[in-house]
Nanobody, 130 residues
C-alpha cells in the first residue's frame, strides 16, 4: 500500500520551532518531488514549500520564506520541513504530498496546481499559541 505519513506536529509557542517529517511506505521517493501544504480552519489549503526530485531545488510561499526549510533524505525515504520563528498564523494541519516526475522534470517542483500531486498524507496538526 502506497502511503505518506506526516509526524512532528504539536503545540509550540510563538517564535518556537518544529520539524515535520514525511515518510513514505510502499514506494520510494527518489522519483518524486515532494510538497508541503497546510490548511487552517475556515481557509483553503495552500502550498507551503516543495523540493525537486534532483538537485535540491526548492520553492517557498512568501509567508514562510526565511523561516521554513525543506530537505529530503532519500536514503531514509523521508522529507522534512524545518519550521523556525513560528507565528500564530502558521497554525494549520500540514500535509505532505508526492508528485511523480518524468526525466525532464527532475529539477523542478511546483506548489500549484495541487492536481500535480499523486499521493497525499493524512496531515499533522501544528498549533502556535502562547
Amino acid at each position: 500500500q502506497l502511503q505518506l505519513v506526516e509526524s512532528g506536529g504539536g503545540l509550540v509557542q510563538p517564535g518556537g520551532s518544529l520539524r515535520l517529517s514525511c515518510a513514505a511506505s510502499g514506494f520510494t521517493l527518489d522519483n518524486y518531488a515532494i510538497g508541503w501544504f497546510r490548511q487552517a480552519p475556515g481557509k483553503d489549503r495552500e502550498g507551503v514549500s516543495c523540493i525537486s526530485t534532483r538537485g535540491g531545488r526548492s520553492v517557498y510561499a512568501d509567508s514562510v520564506k526565511g523561516r521554513f526549510t525543506i530537505s529530503r533524505d532519500d536514503a531514509k525515504n523521508t522529507v522534512y520541513l524545518q519550521m523556525n520563528g513560528l507565528k500564530p498564523e502558521d497554525t494549520a494541519v500540514y500535509y505532505c504530498a508526492a508528485d511523480q516526475k518524468r526525466f525532464f522534470e527532475l529539477f523542478r517542483c511546483v506548489l500549484s496546481p495541487e492536481a500535480e500531486y499523486d499521493y497525499w498524507g493524512q496531515g499533522t496538526q501544528v498549533t502556535v499559541s502562547s
